[in-house]
């Protein structure tokens, strides 16, 4: 899936990479049994650029904290910066998208790319930018079709394109390729590079798969589970940092051995594996 033209250039006036800042961040949600803590005290700097992915047991407050830096969602406690100034309701400093492409079945993928758009875009200008986007994630050629008649992994690079067409200072990803085969996510991780390498924009991306993080990232954030962060540590367990450029081979040993470093964080044993066993060093 590679791409046929990169951008020699952003669009005159597209945002630059934002950098974020976390600090003592914390959500309690009320249930019936009374408040639940999802997050708690989480501290975190993102440098402008950079990509880092969150990972954790599930119902650790990963996709919290990816809303909360969207402004869709507010923290009870501590505050979230966006290039120095505070997150204040729905944010367009940033753009999301979703495990789910979500697509409007009714139009093209050209349209769909376009409801990305900021506000005011003038004509000719957004579909210039449409236009590069399509071209960027390699579908110029599928323009003029809709939803149903392309395959998941195209369909999600529309929406990967239509996060973009917002020119975010942040792209927050939840699970971005969880949806798709074993191939065509590996396909879409290197896209993913290919367009960091060509817009580069802050990234914050959750996932369930060990090896995606890091495949991807520069850092990797591991969050506790909520006992611990209950006990007073945090909801940050541990950051890890990936060496090497980008893109890396998913063959290295050091990335072998970090990988068994996260699983074991994460309650997963990576060792005194019997033959039949599942292969846990993909994903949790």
């Not at 957004?126 to 149903?148: F, I, K, M, T």
């Not at 929406?159 to 939840?174: I, M, T």
């Not at 980008?246 to 990335?255: I, K, T």
């Not at 309650?267 to 033959?275: A, F, Q, W």
């Amino acid at each position: 899936m590679a791409l046929t033209s990169p951008l020699a250039s952003r669009t005159p006036g597209t945002a630059g990479a934002h950098p974020v800042a976390l600090r003592g961040v914390g959500r309690t949600f009320p249930t019936a049994a009374g408040p639940r803590v999802v997050l708690h005290d989480v501290d975190l700097e993102l440098t402008a650029g950079e990509i880092v992915a969150i990972i954790g047991p599930s119902g650790c407050g990963k996709s919290t904290l990816l809303r909360q830096v969207a402004g869709l969602d507010v923290p009870d406690a501590g505050e979230i910066l966006l290039d120095g100034s505070p997150v204040a309701g729905v944010d367009t400093r940033t753009a999301v998208a979703f495990q789910e492409p979500r697509l409007l079945p009714w139009r093209t993928l050209s349209q769909n790319v376009a409801l990305g758009l900021p506000r005011g875009t003038e004509r000719a200008a957004g579909a210039r930018r449409v236009a590069e986007l399509l071209d960027l994630v390699g579908l110029s050629s599928s323009a003029g079709l809709r939803p149903r008649q392309v395959s998941g992994g195209m369909a999600q690079r529309a929406s990967l394109a239509r996060a973009l067409a917002r020119n975010p200072g942040v792209l927050l990803l939840d699970e971005p390729f969880g949806a798709l085969d074993a191939l065509t996510r590996l396909k879409m991780q290197d896209l993913l590079l290919e367009i960091h390498a060509a817009e580069p924009t802050t990234v914050l991306l959750v996932t369930h798969d060990v090896e995606e993080a890091l495949y991807l990232a520069d850092r990797v954030v591991l969050l506790t589970t909520l006992a611990a962060a209950e006990a007073g540590t945090g909801s940050v367990r541990s950051v890890i940092t990936v060496p090497g450029e980008r893109p890396r081979d998913r063959a290295d040993h050091v990335l072998a051995e970090l990988r068994a470093e996260l699983l074991e964080g994460l309650g997963v044993p990576t060792h005194h594996r019997t033959p039949g066993d599942p292969d846990l060093h993909h994903s949790i």
